[in-house]
Structure formats: structure tokens, C-alpha cells
């Protein structure tokens, strides 16, 4: 009987002995994978550690990328306008637009352009970074999109559709003055012809238009002002393009920038 259950007992202990020399030897095939698995990306030039930041240097990129491409249009345009200004120079064309105006209506147009197009370019910059603000949300710093999660918080849907209207109608009159610059630019020009005219007929006198040396300085006045009509016209015609052009691309980033907050706002108010 001690004889059994002494073989009882070694039995069992044996048991247990070879079930801990399995344990340990699954931990050391596994300590054995892992190091295989990382020997393989070693050897292959790839770490955890490198495909993280690899992957942090696509994503800071990409928010890059988005943040500088409304700025970026703005200067491509831009730059072919003043491309488009050197070989209208070079040709010669600026000079004889302000050397034809006696008025400063040129001058005139062109500096409320300059203005218009500075105004215009800081809005896209704001717009940019405002839209940049967006993607990378922190609700730590101030920004508009924070003042707008705070405005909707605990409202209903039909308020938050009045607040997004309100920042509609807040935006959009944030850019207006750049149109309105845009479209002044086009009136002076039809103020410039008018003056022209005037310009070009207190010229003419009927009971001296039979006298020969009374007709040259008609004639020359008469040139003088249409001069002064056709130039003004044409400056301010040609302006008004670039700078609505520019506008479209504030439009455009101004409603990406509408669309991006209401849309981030529905998304927290739904969490």
C-alpha cells in the first residue's frame, strides 16, 4: 500500500513537472516568433518605431497640404496676373494708359485694386487657418470653431439651424467689401468715360470750327479725352476680372469654411 501511493504521488509530481517544461517551452517558442518576426523587419530595414513615423509624416503632411491650398490658388493666380502686368509693361501699354489719363482716374483705379486684392489675400490667409483650425479641432484653444460648439451645445435642431444661418450671414459679410472694391473698380471706369467725353467735347466750338488754326487744338483735345474715356474703361474693366477672380476663391474657401463647422457642429451635437 506505501509502495502505491508513493507512486501515486511521483506520478503526480512528474505530472506537474512535465506540464510546467511545456509552459516554459511554449513561452520560449513564443519569445522565439516574436524575435523571429522582429529579425525579419530588421532585416528588412522596417521597425515599428520607422512605420510610425512614417505614418505621422504622411498625416502631418496631408494637414499641411490642406492648409495652404486656398493660399496656394491664390498665389498661383496671382502670379500669372503679374505675369500678364510684366508683358503689358514691357510692351509698353502702362505707360500710355497713365501717360493718356490728365484725370489720376487710372492711378486711381489701379491703387483701390491694390487695396482690394490685400484685403482679399488676408481673408484667404484667415479662411486658410480657420479651416486648418478644423481638421486639427482642440477644444483648448480659442477659435471660431469653438465659439461655435459652445453657441449650439444643448440646442435642438431647429436652433442650430439659426445659428448656422447667423454664421452664414456673419462670413459672408466678412467678404463683401472685397466685392464692393471689385465692382467700384468697374464704376470708375464708367466715371472715367463720362469725364472723357466732357473732356473731349468742351473742345469743340462750332463758330470756330472753320478756322484752320482753331482745329488743331480741337482736334487734340478731342483726342485727349477720348484717351481719357477708352483708358479708364479698359483699366477698370481689366482690374475688376483679376480681383473678382480672386473673390471667387475667397467665396469658395469661405464656403468650405461655412460647410466644414456646421458639419462638425451636427457631428457633436449627434455625440
Not at 502631418?60 to 503679374?82: M, P, W
Request: aromatic share 6%; glycine share 10%.
Amino acid at each position: 500500500m506505501a509502495l502505491r501511493v508513493a507512486d501515486i504521488t511521483g506520478g503526480s509530481h512528474f505530472g506537474r513537472r512535465r506540464d510546467q517544461d511545456s509552459h516554459a517551452r511554449g513561452e520560449q517558442a513564443d519569445v522565439n516568433s516574436e524575435e523571429g518576426e522582429s529579425h525579419d523587419r530588421e532585416s528588412l530595414g522596417v521597425s515599428p518605431l520607422a512605420e510610425l513615423e512614417k505614418a505621422l509624416e504622411g498625416r502631418e503632411f496631408s494637414l499641411d497640404r490642406h492648409r495652404f491650398l486656398l493660399l496656394l490658388r491664390f498665389l498661383l493666380v496671382n502670379l500669372v496676373g503679374a505675369a500678364l502686368l510684366s508683358a503689358a509693361y514691357l510692351q509698353g501699354w502702362v505707360a500710355k494708359a497713365m501717360a493718356a489719363d490728365s484725370t489720376g482716374l487710372v492711378m486711381l483705379i489701379f491703387g483701390l485694386f491694390v487695396v482690394g486684392l490685400a484685403l482679399c489675400g488676408w481673408k484667404i490667409w484667415r479662411a486658410s487657418t480657420e479651416l486648418n483650425q478644423i481638421k486639427a479641432y482642440d477644444p483648448l484653444k480659442p477659435s471660431r470653431v469653438g465659439g461655435y460648439l459652445s453657441a449650439i451645445r444643448l440646442r435642438s435642431a431647429n436652433s442650430r439651424s439659426i445659428t448656422a444661418e447667423l454664421l452664414k450671414l456673419k462670413l459672408s459679410n466678412r467678404i463683401g467689401i472685397v466685392r464692393h472694391i471689385a465692382n467700384s473698380l468697374v464704376l470708375l471706369g464708367l466715371i472715367g468715360t463720362v469725364i472723357g467725353f466732357i473732356i473731349a467735347l468742351s473742345g469743340v466750338d462750332v463758330d470756330l470750327a472753320a478756322d484752320v488754326n482753331s482745329v488743331g487744338p480741337m482736334i487734340s483735345t478731342l483726342i485727349g479725352g477720348m484717351s481719357v474715356a477708352l483708358y479708364t474703361t479698359l483699366v477698370g474693366a481689366i482690374l475688376n476680372i483679376g480681383l473678382m477672380v480672386n473673390y471667387r476663391l475667397l467665396l469658395s474657401g469661405t464656403v468650405n469654411l461655412v460647410t466644414s463647422v456646421v458639419e462638425l457642429g451636427e457631428r457633436y451635437a449627434r455625440d
